[in-house]
């Protein structure tokens, strides 16, 4: 369990929805998000080529924006397999846009 591993995704908009696929975690995959307002909920499936008697990797996760720079998360980690212990996550982050960052640096527009 201590390698690299890569999500690389396409994403397609459709209204309220974010559908996704590609590389999750280094596995095939697909998930979606659907977002309204300062909330989004999401899904992830993937890792469908697993050992015997074991199910698909399935996560869920939702995210507030607690203002436009601050986040809340929180979600559950391989729901399908009885094999494992249920993983559940809590995190905060933060971000940031080229004006932030450019009002934190000190520098003024580029443009003549």
Do not use: C
């Not at 004006?99 to 443009?111: C, M, N, Q, V």
Request: charged share 20%.
């Amino acid at each position: 369990l201590n390698k690299l591993l890569v999500t690389a995704q396409f994403v397609k908009r459709l209204y309220d929805f974010n559908l996704r696929g590609g590389l999750i975690e280094s596995t095939g995959g697909f998930g979606a998000d659907y977002s309204k307002g300062p909330v989004t909920v999401s899904f992830s499936a993937f890792d469908f080529k697993t050992k015997f008697n074991e199910k698909p990797h399935l996560k869920f996760w939702g995210q507030a924006n607690v203002t436009d720079s601050l986040y809340l998360m929180g979600g559950f980690d391989d729901v399908l397999n009885p094999n494992h212990d249920l993983d559940w996550f809590l995190g905060a982050g933060f971000t940031f846009t080229d004006d932030d960052i450019k009002s934190l640096l000190g520098f003024a527009s580029f443009r003549k």
